[in-house]
């Protein structure tokens, strides 16, 4: 039984691992482009807006927020 328990502690380290390291995988070629400022403030514009798409689309969806329905 607590070979089980073990396994099951596997998992969650497994996602956090995982997860991380897709998350470099995708910045790791972004970050040559903050060294210069003319290509670093469209990115962190692009960053920005993508996480405000974001939150205002699951809002929407969500029904969170906003004007009520009539």
């Not at 996602?15 to 040559?32: N, Q």
């Not at 974001?54 to 004007?67: D, E, I, R, Y």
């Amino acid at each position: 039984m607590e070979e089980f328990w073990d396994n099951v502690l596997r998992y969650p380290r497994y996602m956090i691992s995982f997860t991380l390291g897709v998350l470099y995988t995708y910045v790791e070629p972004l970050i040559p482009l903050f060294k210069r400022p003319i290509t670093a403030v469209p990115l962190v514009g692009l960053a920005i807006s993508a996480l405000i798409f974001v939150v205002l689309t699951l809002q929407a969806m969500l029904g969170l927020g906003g004007t009520p329905a009539l």
